[in-house]
């Protein structure tokens, strides 16, 4: 069965730093792109970052370029979120995903399956 | 940055209506719009893929249609089962957007 985790989330105060892991399993973990998103408590999905198969390539949202980074370890099957100066609008579940299909083609880029989700809450 | 914009933002709906979903999308991105349900506290699940490919389990009464800038998702029969959220997702850039998702009520 396909499976991923996400662990680390959890209370820090404004201008701190979290690390969340997902750990996958079930599949080839190091032939897929994967992401990070995330939703704001009674607000909509939104797509944090994405990291290629090799960690080659790496795209974030606007809103978290340089304090977040995404990074993975193939050897143990598992993305991570390095969250950096957190702001209270950070608060929110995040979500890892796996990312299908074939970059370069139109099928390419849809978020199947999901995790369960993390939360993170930036307050005082 | 591509903006998605969904309507409507909610509706009521009865078991057995047909139900469409839209989704605009600020500049064309061809056929790379995904769409997604939600429901409280659960994580996403993906229902079609490229615009109009039904994802593996989700039932027929799905379907999705569009390309360039405009696309649709419709329920043909609204079931019990299909009260949610629904968000579309586009992967055309290499940042993605979601639309700010549709809600789904009983009416």
């Known amino acids: 069965e396909v499976q991923l985790v996400e662990s680390g989330g959890g209370l820090v105060q404004p201008g701190g730093s979290l690390r969340l892991s997902c750990a996958a399993s079930?599949?080839?973990?190091?032939?897929?792109?994967m992401s990070w998103v995330r939703q704001a408590p009674g607000k909509g999905l939104e797509w944090v970052a994405n990291?290629?198969?090799?960690?080659?390539?790496?795209y974030y949202v606007d809103s978290v370029k340089g304090r977040f980074t995404i990074s993975r370890d193939n050897a143990k099957n598992s993305l991570y979120l390095q969250m950096n100066s957190l702001r209270a609008e950070d608060t929110a579940v995040y979500y890892c995903?796996?990312?299908?299909?074939?970059?370069?083609?139109?099928?390419?880029?849809?978020?199947?399956?999901w995790g369960q989700g993390t939360l993170v809450t930036v307050s005082s | 940055d591509i903006q998605m914009t969904q309507s409507p933002s909610s509706l009521s709906a009865s078991v057995g209506d047909r139900v469409t979903i839209t989704c605009r999308a600020s500049?064309?991105?061809?056929?790379?719009l995904n769409w997604y349900q939600q429901k409280p506290g659960k994580a996403p699940k993906l229902l079609i893929y490229?615009?109009?490919n039904l994802h593996s389990g989700v039932p027929s009464r799905f379907s999705g249609s569009g390309y360039g800038t405009g696309f649709t998702l419709t329920i043909s029969s609204l079931q019990p089962d299909d009260f949610a959220t629904y968000y579309c997702q586009q992967s055309y850039s290499s940042l993605w957007t979601f639309g700010q998702g549709t809600k789904v009520e009983i009416k």
């Open positions: 995903a796996r990312v299908g299909g074939t970059t370069g083609t139109t099928d390419w880029g849809w978020f199947d399956p």
């Open positions: 990291i290629k198969q090799d960690g080659s390539e790496k």
């Open positions: 490229t615009a109009s």
């Open positions: 500049q064309s991105i061809s056929s790379y």
């Open positions: 079930g599949f080839t973990f190091s032939s897929y792109w």
